[in-house]
């Protein structure tokens, strides 16, 4: 599996029924767990005061990525994002936990 970092800034549509909202952040916590499970999810983070997330994704692939793991999420239909392929850096500290 490859590793990504994941930069998503969500932002709820004007309009939509708070009902919804809270529906949808019920079932992003259930799929989030379901993709940690599965491996896919690694860490999850939000920087201090700010309303974006920052993860560490596992995938085969950026299509895989995108298409069976990011594209399941309740809310992605309100993200935007941003993608970063990684690899395993020579000096890397933890590297005998790194895959890809």
Not at 28 to 50: F, Y
Request: hydrophobic share 45%.
């Amino acid at each position: 599996m490859n590793e990504f970092l994941v930069e998503v800034t969500t932002d709820i549509p004007d309009g939509v029924d708070p009902a919804e909202v809270d529906r949808r952040r019920a079932a992003e916590a259930v799929r989030a767990a379901e993709l940690t499970a599965a491996g896919h999810l690694v860490r999850l983070w939000r920087p201090v005061g700010q309303t974006r997330s920052i993860a560490l994704w596992r995938a085969a692939d950026e299509a895989e990525l995108r298409d069976k793991v990011l594209d399941t999420l309740p809310m992605w239909p309100w993200m935007t994002s941003v993608v970063t392929a990684l690899q395993p850096h020579p000096n890397d500290p933890g590297k005998g936990g790194v895959t890809g």
